[in-house]
């Protein structure tokens, strides 16, 4: 197992509502990427940060936002939530050196919008 | 941006037998390639992973070759066992930003 952990591990919303998802990262690493991945797909990118900076962003719309804190962890923001944000949210964390480009998954959060 | 295609989307092999899964992106500033297994439940995990400037790796009974000419990347198990029944996904990351895009997958299952 990584040492990338995520909270919750399941959560139910309405439709409209908002949610917040958190991961922490290995240690050592100091970026952090996240994902979408809806039943039977590959993980979309969403974004990543990268000392405390959103540093590349997929094609998600603004109301999924994030943060890094200073020790790493991360946030991801999903405001007004839709039916099709019922997915498996995955944060994979890595560091970011000349030669090192490995991403190490969370066990992700089971997101089900209603 | 870039686009990972994978195929098989589903692959059923015999134990002790070879599986191939191919993978193609489209994008040649793309520079490391991992691919991932994941269980039914459980998140990706980093299986091997190849970078432009090598033609093939190899890892006990898992391979992956890269064509950068032809775009083409592939995952070689050689004697297949039960466990390595999953879905195995590709990607293709361009290192400038860490941007991973992942293929859709190949589920593959090992027949006892």
């Known amino acids: 197992e990584t040492g990338v952990t995520q909270s919750p591990t399941h959560l139910i919303k309405t439709r409209g509502q908002q949610v917040t998802l958190r991961c922490s990262s290995q240690s050592g690493h100091n970026t952090v990427s996240w994902y979408q991945q809806a039943l039977g797909q590959g993980p979309q990118f969403i974004f990543q940060y990268y000392r405390e900076e959103e540093n590349g962003r997929g094609n998600f719309p603004p109301r999924f936002s994030g943060l890094q804190f200073p020790n790493y962890s991360s946030e991801l923001n999903v405001n007004a939530l839709e039916l099709d944000d019922s997915a498996l949210y995955l944060c994979?964390?890595?560091?970011?050196?000349?030669?090192?480009?490995?991403?190490?998954f969370g066990p992700g959060t089971r997101l089900t919008v209603t | 941006g870039e686009n990972v295609e994978q195929h098989p989307s589903t692959l059923s092999v015999q134990e002790g037998d070879s599986a191939v899964i191919k993978c193609t992106y489209s994008?040649?500033?793309?520079?490391?390639f991992p691919w991932y297994k994941q269980e039914l439940g459980k998140r990706p995990q980093l299986i091997i992973d190849i970078r432009s400037n090598v033609g093939e790796k190899k890892d006990q009974r898992i391979a992956v070759t890269l064509n950068k000419t032809a775009k083409h990347f592939s995952l070689h198990i050689t004697e297949t066992q039960p466990e390595d029944s999953a879905v195995y996904f590709c990607a293709a990351m361009e290192t400038s930003y860490d941007k991973v895009i992942f293929g859709p997958g190949t589920s593959l299952s090992v027949i006892p």
């Open positions: 994008d040649s500033a793309s520079n490391y």
């Open positions: 994979a964390s890595s560091l970011q050196t000349s030669g090192s480009r490995e991403q190490y």
